[in-house]
């Protein structure tokens, strides 16, 4: 695959969840047709996706002759590809069970981080769907080798639980997306809402947002939750977890896909 069909492909995978509907999809997946398209030639840099073919009927690797649509044949086809990219792409390749003493444990698109104390247990959990992002919105050009690419970073909305006998209190925080202002701190993250309740947790609980709080209050939470363990650093290499484990989830969905698709 050359480098204009990795940076489509990677065009794809880059592509906020927000954006789907607004059509900015549809760049790579005119590029995905217009690859197959024998009007474009080799010296415009085009190459068609191909993997081996154990059949001379279909290239999608099933070994039987009409087993699948001409779709699911491309869909496959561009499947063993993506696949390869993603995993010559990936970073971190083992999944950790140790953040900074906190324990972690993954279930589907659920993180959870936990650590005890003498009197107290700290919980942080966090759902990695829909959490993707570049750093930067890429430039797109049709007639480059090679598409620049923002760096994918997930950084999720999180809840952190400090639980003292029966007693939470709550938070809600998530990553801060502007750059700090001149004079304010340089936080990585803020408070969106705070909450204290005996028990479980109940809808008709009352919760504040931390727009409201006052200032110097929101100080001292901030502080309280530093000296918790949860720390601008601390969030920044939570960042870095959730990165590398909805990257893996990724390419777990799409080995799972190419599978269903090929009927294995």
């Known amino acids: 695959m050359n480098n204009f069909t990795k940076a489509a492909a990677r065009i794809l995978r880059n592509t906020p969840v927000k954006n789907v509907l607004s059509g900015k999809r549809d760049f790579a997946r005119t590029i995905w047709h217009l690859s197959k398209n024998s009007g474009f030639s080799e010296q415009q840099n085009f ?63 659920e993180v959870e981080l936990s650590k005890k104390a003498e009197k107290e247990k700290i919980i942080i959990n966090f759902n990695v769907n829909h959490t993707v992002d570049t750093e930067e919105e890429p430039e797109v050009d049709p007639s480059a080798d090679k598409a620049e690419v923002g760096e994918m970073r997930s950084k999720p909305r999180f809840e952190v639980d400090i639980i003292k006998g029966d007693t939470t209190l709550s938070f809600t925080c998530s990553y801060l ?57 601390f969030v920044e290499k939570m960042a870095d977890l959730a990165t590398a484990y909805e990257h893996s989830s990724y390419i777990a969905l799409l080995e799972n896909l190419s599978k269903f698709t090929t009927g294995k």
């Not at 969106?192 to 209050?217: H, M, R």
């Open 47 to 109: 190459s068609v996706l191909q993997v081996h073919n154990p059949s001379l009927n279909c290239s999608c690797g099933c070994g039987l002759k009409h087993m699948h649509t001409k779709a699911e044949r491309e869909l496959v086809e561009f499947l063993t590809e993506e696949i390869l990219a993603e995993r010559k792409a990936q970073k971190i390749k083992t999944t950790a069970n140790q953040l900074e003493g906190f324990s972690i444990t993954y279930d589907g698109a």
């Open 177 to 233: 997306m502007d750059p700090p202002q001149e004079g304010e701190y340089n936080d990585v993250f803020g408070i969106d809402e705070l909450t204290i309740f005996k028990g479980e947790w109940k809808e008709n609980i009352y919760a504040v947002s931390g727009d409201v709080l006052d200032g110097y209050l929101y100080d001292l939470l901030m502080n309280l939750l530093e000296e918790k363990g949860i720390s601008s650093e």
